[in-house]
Nanobody, 121 residues
């Protein structure tokens, strides 16, 4: 599967952005999808994940209540709605996919290119 992320940009603290990730292929609905981010000078962090039918999601504690992951299998797309953004949310955001494994695991097999999110104070 090939993944293409978009939707990043510059936003003021307290603002919102929605990231999108479109996947190629006809088997998108089989994949567990995830969003990761990497801040400057820091390791990549698993931010959110969603199982194939959207009935279960995972969030890292720092984004709970502010970010929402969702998917539209008819459009081969996974979204990350980010509200109440803070400067510490700045980073390159990546979407990822895998077929198997626990939702809480950050071990993904397929990666898209990143999209930069910059939150200004």
């Amino acid at each position: 599967v090939q993944l293409q992320a978009s939707g990043g940009g510059l936003v003021q603290a307290g603002g919102s952005l929605r990231l999108s990730c479109v996947a190629s292929g006809r088997t998108f609905s089989r994949y567990i999808m995830g969003w990761f981010r990497q801040a400057p000078g820091k390791e990549r962090e698993y931010v959110a994940g969603i199982i194939w039918n959207g009935s279960r999601t995972f969030y890292v504690d720092s984004v709970k209540g502010r970010f929402t992951i969702s998917r539209d299998n008819a459009k081969n797309t996974v979204y990350l709605q980010m509200n109440s953004l803070a400067t510490e949310d700045t980073g390159v955001y990546y979407c990822a996919a895998r077929l198997l494994g626990a939702l809480e695991s950050g071990a993904y097999d397929y990666w898209g290119q990143g999209t930069l999110v910059t939150v200004s104070s």
